[in-house]
């Protein structure tokens, strides 16, 4: 697998999210994620050298040949120059996708190195990281997804997915031996 390229493709759909920053989107006419009107009322329980964190989750959802799409957004950042997301998404009906990234381009000096995953969950419960085919056809449908637009709203009915999000955060703690808690 091919670190830098999945770096680059988990940073290419959290920027097209307006998780992050970036030169190549439309900063002033993209909607955010990272919104109010998508904050839902869960929390992410992170544990911290013995202390625990509430991070925010926001959920959204569109809906693509009459099956709805759904995404939530961890902000697991625990720096402000150092934001560290984990997003589900998931089409009804079809695998889920988890995609993490610790964004490490802020940091001028000494960065921390980067911690990128994307893992696929077919059965609800186990997840696996993807590889390179598996990466581009995400990016490819996140991609074609941003230039068809769509109506996006609040999630709704999004329990399936609040679960798919807490078991990609275990398996990403797993994945690089930490500790957080979903």
């Not at 909607?31 to 009107?37: E, L, P, W």
């Not at 929390?43 to 509430?54: A, H």
């Not at 999000?165 to 808690?181: C, N, P």
């Amino acid at each position: 697998m091919n670190i830098k390229l999945t770096e680059e493709i988990a940073y290419h759909i959290l920027a097209h999210l307006g998780a992050l920053p970036a030169n190549f989107t439309a900063s002033d006419t993209a909607r955010s994620m990272i919104d109010r009107q998508f904050l839902l009322p869960e929390k992410l329980k992170l544990t911290i050298d013995n202390q625990e964190l509430s991070k925010n989750i926001y959920g959204c959802q569109v809906s693509v040949a009459g099956k709805d799409l759904r995404l939530l957004l961890a902000d697991c950042s625990l720096e402000k120059n150092l934001p560290e997301y984990c997003l589900m998404v998931q089409l009804k009906g079809a695998p889920a996708y988890g995609v993490y990234l610790l964004f490490n381009r802020l940091v001028k000096e000494n960065p921390p190195t980067t911690e990128v995953l994307i893992a696929l969950s077919s059965d609800s419960k186990n997840w696996m990281p993807c590889n390179t085919y598996l990466q581009a056809s995400l990016l490819a449908s996140m991609e074609q997804l941003r230039d068809v637009g769509g109506q996006w709203g609040k999630c709704q009915s999004y329990q399936e997915q609040l679960n798919l999000l807490f078991s990609f955060v275990a398996f990403r703690d797993l994945f690089f031996g930490g500790a957080d808690e979903g």
